[in-house]
Structures are given as structure tokens and as C-alpha cells.
């Protein structure tokens, strides 16, 4: 796990995605995992009102709903973002639960992308930035 930017090459090839995250004026630290030899980058975020969340610091924390997978090294910027100290401290501490929760949030989603027709699928399948990349979860 390390704390990752998304470069501009990513911005630039998914530019289209709209749930994925984008700010004009600053990026998104985002929290890299590998599972299943994929490279997912799970964005922190702040005011985060569902479930799908490990909390660091009230409302704020990972938002596993808008992980992307890297496909390319060049998706990541080699600038290091900064994180408040205590929030790094929780992660680090909760590693093996995050990365546990995270499976569990992409056991889901293939879950939900195998019975698309069921009610229950729709808003993970909708607002999930995992189905710009459900080509790699098969």
C-alpha cells in the first residue's frame, strides 16, 4: 500500500468517465492496493455518507465506490501527496481491514455485475467507477 496521485495520463484517458473523481485545482491522494493482481487506487475523500468506506477522521476517509484500476505505470504521477499524520497513522494501523474491505467491495460489485437485472445492483452498478474497468474484473 502507498500513497499515489493519479497523473494527468489518466485524467487524459478517462476523461470521459464522468463518476470518476476529478478536481481543477488539486488531485486526489489516493491509497494504492493490489488485490488479485490488479492495482486498485482507492481516493480519499471527505463528507462520505455511504457505506462503502473505511472512515479515518469523522466523515472523511477511503471512498472504495470511486477505486480505479490502474492498467498503466503511467497512471500514476510521481509526485507524493500529503496526508495529515493521524489520518496516515489510522491507515497504517488498518491496513489488512482495508484491503479485506476493499475485496469485499469488488466481490460485490462482481457480484452485482453478473445479476445487473436484479433492483439491488443498480445504484452499486451505477455510481461505481469500477464499471469503467469491468473488462479486468472478469
Known amino acids: 500500500m502507498q500513497l499515489k496521485i ?5 485524467y487524459a ?15 486526489y491522494a489516493c491509497l494504492t492496493i493490489e488485490l ?8 480519499f475523500r471527505h463528507h462520505i455518507k455511504h457505506q462503502y468506506v473505511f472512515h479515518t477522521i469523522g466523515e472523511a476517509g477511503l ?5 480505479v ?25 488498518n491496513e489488512n481491514k482495508i484491503r479485506y474491505e476493499l475485496a469485499k467491495y469488488v466481490n460485490q ?17 451505477k455510481y ?4 469503467y474497468f469491468e473488462e479486468y474484473l472478469l
Open 6 to 10: 493519479l497523473s494527468e495520463k489518466f
Open 13 to 27: 484517458n478517462y476523461a470521459h468517465c464522468s463518476e470518476i473523481l476529478k478536481k481543477e485545482n488539486r488531485p
Open 36 to 43: 488479485d493482481g490488479l492495482l486498485f487506487a482507492v481516493p
Open 63 to 67: 471512498d472504495y465506490t470511486k477505486s
Open 69 to 93: 484500476i490502474i492498467t498503466d505505470e503511467h497512471f500514476l504521477s510521481d509526485d507524493r501527496p500529503s496526508i495529515e499524520s493521524r489520518e496516515f497513522a489510522i491507515i497504517k494501523r
Open 109 to 125: 460489485y462482481k457480484r452485482a455485475m453478473r445479476h445487473r437485472d436484479n433492483p439491488r445492483s443498480g445504484n452499486i452498478l
Open 128 to 131: 461505481s467507477t469500477l464499471k
